[in-house]
């Protein structure tokens, strides 16, 4: 089956501003730098996680040894503004810019600080050309992928000290009209920057018992999109508990997918939790974000040329509602 187009426009990394209570939207950036440290940037509008919703700039610095040091910043409505035309949205001094193929990220701090270029060098990817995740008309989640993968360099500030950064980048887009948790129950993301092949997934699901699951897969090599399959299998197992939440984590995950003559088979294991957080004042049950550290191992066949390459990668995973998953792992 042919690469169907993305659809992408400009537009689309633009703010989608919705006059519901329950709006929120988000522009997340990271990059895994040559030196061992990595960073996320994540830009509200308004944060969707803290009541009541204001701007929020919020960063994280990862360092080799495995530390995390993080500042956030609320900000009042009138000192922020924000394009619908394009990437441009600015909180007090921080900001966040397209600039033809590249992006500029400034997020200023002493204790954790960012200033970066993103060099665009995969094409956009806008899930079935319309960049909805979710929509059942009267919910609507938005979601898709500007920068796919990116070649980075700026500085990060940490602790008040400037260190020069080059690696790799990736950029997305969140936007909704009602709580996550209203249409979504618990999902799976990650993806992959191996020196050929660029490697994007998620899996979603949704509250509500007769809605189907929401999988999506991106893989490109080099600048070539090879498949956006509409169909993603999904194996998730070996749960343990985390002692930190009460949890049960599956540690791995095996994806399958087609798309005419090409098919990948993707198995990530687990090996540590890099980052746990219970999500402040989101829902009125508690809800956790879990960031892991972990292996893959993906085969790519296209046509009769098969590849087999494996690597490190992180994993995110999403629960907005403990209850959905209580009886997939008792016992």
Known sequence: MPITPSKYTDKDDGLHLYKTPDYYEWWYSDAHFDNGYSCVTVYHWPCGFMQPRYPVVTKQIYTPEGEKVESAKVFQPNECTASASKCDVKMGASYIRQEGDSYRIFAPGKTAGMDLTFKRVVPPWKPLGTGRLYDNRDQVQGWLVPCPRADVEGTITLRGKEIKVKGKGYHDHNWGNVNMHDSLGYWWWGRFHHPEYTLIYYYLYPTRKN????????????????????????????PKLDKVTGQMIPRKLDFKAKDGNTSVKLEVITRSIFDTNTLPMMAPWPAYYWRFKADYKCTIKVGNKVDEISGNTMSEYELLRPQAVAKLFKN
């Open 211 to 238: 809605e189907p699951n929401i999988p999506r897969l991106f893989l490109a090599k080099g600048d070539k999109v090879l498949m956006t399959p509409d169909q993603v299998e999904l194996q998730a197992s070996n």
